[in-house]
């Protein structure tokens, strides 16, 4: 009987214990799906832009009524 030890990681994205091998192609991530979704996840924070509300529009209407 031989003990087989292997190194395991957390996916990131789903925590499911994944195997540090070779064989494990997207590790840390336990599959590709995975991987993707983090790799969204990051650009989409990445890409977010808070914005002031726009109060002029309504200046601009008000002006326009008095026209
Ligand atoms: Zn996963």
């Known amino acids: 009987m031989t003990a087989n030890i292997r190194t395991m990681v957390a996916c990131p994205t ?28 990051w650009a989409t924070e990445a890409h977010k832009i808070p914005g002031p509300p726009l109060l002029d529009e309504d200046d601009e209407n008000s002006d326009f009524e008095s026209y």
Do not use: H, Y
Request: aromatic share 10%; proline share 7%; hydrophobic share 40%.
């Open 14 to 41: 789903c925590r499911k214990p994944v195997a540090w091998i070779a064989a494990e192609t997207f590790k840390p991530f336990c599959s590709e799906r995975c991987k993707l979704i983090d790799l969204g996840d």
